[in-house]
């Protein structure tokens, strides 16, 4: 019969690392499945509208697919990783390259149909205006 050693602290370790990753896992719903990076994002808020800012380097601007369905703003595209030449490697790769989406819901009262975006060096500008408030109307009682 063989002989098993068991460290009783690895499986206290495991559970550990898992349950320093949820607060991770759960923080951020913009991130996509199956997206191989995520472009970092900043949204701000102004009295008329939203501004988002997202770095994409690298992908230019016919490359991103922006689109909003329900009050959700979808950013997609690719960085393609760079060919090497025949005999020639890299010594090291740190950016990150491959399909790349994150969603964003957005609250009740922006205007859909004027939203804009534009890109310049590698940062993705998306404005959002937001709705003119509509004033209460008097609805008559017919009698």
């Not at 991770?24 to 949204?43: C, K, L, N, Y």
């Not at 380097?57 to 595209?77: F, R, Y």
């Not at 090497?84 to 859909?112: M, W, Y």
């Amino acid at each position: 019969m063989a002989i098993m050693t068991r460290d009783p602290w690895s499986l206290l370790d495991q559970w550990n690392r898992e349950l320093n990753q949820l607060p991770s896992r759960g923080d951020d719903t913009s991130r996509v499945e199956g997206s191989d990076w995520t472009p970092a994002v900043d949204i701000k808020e102004e009295d008329d509208r939203f501004v988002l800012h997202a770095d994409i380097p690298g992908v230019s601007a016919d490359e991103i697919e922006l689109s909003m369905d329900q009050n959700v703003l979808t950013i997609k595209g690719e960085r393609k990783h760079e060919s090497t030449e025949s005999g020639q490697g890299f010594k090291r790769v740190e950016r990150s390259h491959g399909i790349f989406a994150r969603r964003f819901a957005l609250p009740e009262g922006v205007d859909a149909e004027h939203i804009s975006a534009s890109s310049k060096d590698g940062v993705l500008e998306v404005v959002i205006p937001k709705q003119e408030p509509q004033s209460p109307r008097r609805i008559s009682v017919q009698s």
